[in-house]
């Protein structure tokens, strides 16, 4: 029998700090934000037990601001628009998405998401957690012009991210335009 995870308030928010099944509401999950790249509910908390075999996240991009950087990596990643419009940069190609458009990554398919429309975009996102992680981030016109991309191709997220602020722990100062927002 799988027992229930414990959740604890932590400064991300309603946290796993145990193994096991649990419920948490998006409204009270675990966050974090960056002034340039948005925010995202991650469900797992920084320091706590991970998911083992596939990761999620609720990606929150208002216009204009990618959800990372232009990247591949060795495992699957599938996306669902919950709510408002991104472009998708893939294989460098540009796609306009909206609200339920799935989008499907097998192993080392170069992506990234960018907020498009007049509010806020929110996309859900899995990932495989199979074998050694590997992850690239090429060098990519298309992505620079959206501000998404690196000038110098690099395997190490450390020096790719190196330019942008950290991730704070917390949730967005406002749910404005987003589906749980309760008014």
Not at 49 to 69: D, K, N, R, W
Not at 137 to 164: I, K, M, N, Q
Request: proline content about 9%.
């Amino acid at each position: 029998m799988t027992e229930e995870a414990r959740l604890e308030q932590l400064t991300a928010g309603l946290t796993p700090v145990t193994e096991g099944w649990f419920v948490v509401n998006v409204r009270d999950a675990a966050w974090v934000t960056n002034d340039t790249l948005g925010s995202a509910c991650t469900f797992e908390g920084d320091g706590t037990p991970p998911f083992g075999e596939v990761g999620y996240t609720l990606g929150v991009l208002q216009p204009g601001v990618a959800s990372g950087l232009y990247h591949r990596e060795s495992n699957q990643e599938d996306f669902l628009v919950l709510a408002g419009e991104c472009l998708l940069l893939i294989e460098g190609e540009e796609r306009h998405l909206r609200a339920w458009d799935f989008v499907h990554c097998p192993p080392e398919t170069e992506h990234i998401f960018v907020g498009a429309g007049d509010g806020p975009c929110v996309v859900f996102m899995a990932g495989g957690r199979t074998g050694e992680r590997r992850i690239t981030y090429p060098r990519s016109g298309l992505a620079l012009r959206h501000d998404a991309g690196v000038e110098t191709e690099t395997t190490d997220p450390r020096e790719a991210y190196a330019p942008f602020p950290k991730w704070q722990p917390g949730p967005p100062e406002s749910w404005d335009g987003l589906p749980w927002h309760e008014p």
